[in-house]
């Protein structure tokens, strides 16, 4: 009876919204390709069912009370977008690493994207976009060409090369609290290399901080507790002084590929790690850690995202499986594919506000619009 009354609600709405004269009731996601995925009204929740001669608009389904978030296309459509990445500060603005066309920056959630890459080699990849925590002005991006390593003093208008990086650059972290400061793991796919080094000058010079090969996939640093970094990669790596020195933690995991780790924003002995044999749990700040949850449909899980807002809230994206979402803590999965127009999903942001979750992909960018934390 309840989702009965729930459907039928849903759908006098959607016919009473047919009949609005507002202007300010207007569609949020379009079947046409000329037509603008509108995430502030989205966010507001003014999203209505209208069909006219050009687009054909979608209301969001209810089945059992559960709002089921509906993907469609934000930007970037036909390119192969590799990361992205928000300012810290201005949440409207976003960047967009692409495979053989640079750098792209939003000043509008990512509805419109302009090409900034002026100081980059033509026709560069640019896979790893940072932004400084402290001074979000300042912008560090990973290249698949040398030089590997460039900076930009001024939000991405210009960019500069950096001291050389021999090899690849696996992951790059900020660190937060100290403007500057940078870790990055390099030997993403070489046989040689897998250092992780650190920088105090914003890149211009680097110091080898540990010297095994970890190839790291992912770095992060507790909310809590900054001086707590995780390096995954081959096997997980734990420091405790702010990247200094680093320990292997669970040595029998050395032979497995992390390709991110999360960490729980509320409790900083909690992380999760994204690996080829499935998600792992620890509860003890990286000590032991064990196999973590159900309904996933492989173990080729490539990000996790969680929500800071709602940390039972959790996303991960798949090689070739799309996105699925938990609300559990990652207990349990399912899929939250739908409007998804790729399964190859590169990188997986959630927004501070935990209310617009993107997927970029070699079709463009995506968004979900989600309620709650959903």
């Known amino acids: ?45 003014k999203m209505v069912l209208k069909a006219s001669s050009a687009y054909t608009y979608y209301l969001p389904m209810v089945v059992n009370s559960e709002f089921i978030p509906v993907w469609g296309a934000l930007g970037l459509k036909g390119i192969d977008v590799q990361t992205l990445a928000f300012d810290p500060i201005t949440p409207s603005v976003m960047y967009a690493g692409t495979d053989g066309q640079g750098i792209y920056k939003s000043f509008d959630f990512g509805s419109t994207w302009s090409q900034m890459s002026s100081g980059l080699p033509v026709s560069s990849t640019a896979y790893i976009i940072a932004v400084d925590p402290d001074v979000p002005q300042k912008l560090y991006a990973a290249l698949s060409t040398y030089p590997r390593f460039y900076y930009s003093e001024n939000s991405g208008q210009s960019w500069i090369p950096g001291d050389g990086l021999q090899h690849l650059i696996g992951a790059l972290l900020p660190y937060p609290g100290t403007s500057g400061r940078l870790l990055v793991g390099v030997g993403q796919f070489e046989l040689s290399g897998g250092q992780l080094f650190r920088s105090d000058t914003g890149g211009l010079s680097w110091t080898e901080v540990l010297s095994k090969q970890v190839s790291a996939r992912s770095i992060v640093a507790s909310f809590q507790e900054p001086s707590l970094i995780y390096a995954g990669g081959r096997g997980i790596y734990r420091s405790q002084d702010g990247g200094d020195t680093w320990l292997q933690v669970a040595a029998d995991m050395s032979d497995l590929q992390v390709w991110d780790i999360a960490l729980n924003p509320d409790d900083r002995l909690a992380a999760y790690a994204a690996t080829n044999a499935g998600i792992l749990k620890t509860t003890n700040g990286g000590d032991d850690w064990s196999s973590w949850g159900s309904g996933l449909p492989s173990n080729d899980i490539r990000k996790l995202q969680i929500n800071s807002l ?58 979900a619009v989600l309620v709650n934390g959903d």
């Open 310 to 367: 709602h940390p039972t809230v959790q996303y991960a994206a798949f090689y070739l499986s799309g996105v699925y979402s938990s609300l559990d803590e990652g207990n349990h999965w399912r899929s939250m594919n739908q409007g998804l127009g790729e399964m190859y999903v590169n990188d997986l942001l959630l927004d501070a506000s935990g209310t617009r979750l993107y997927a970029a992909t070699p079709d463009g960018i995506w968004a």
């Open 1 to 45: 009876m309840k989702k009965t009354f729930v459907v039928l609600t849903a759908i006098v709405f959607t016919l009473l919204a047919l009949k609005s004269k507002d202007p300010q009731v207007a569609p949020a996601f379009a079947s046409s390709a000329s037509a603008k995925f509108r995430p502030d009204l989205a966010r507001s929740g």
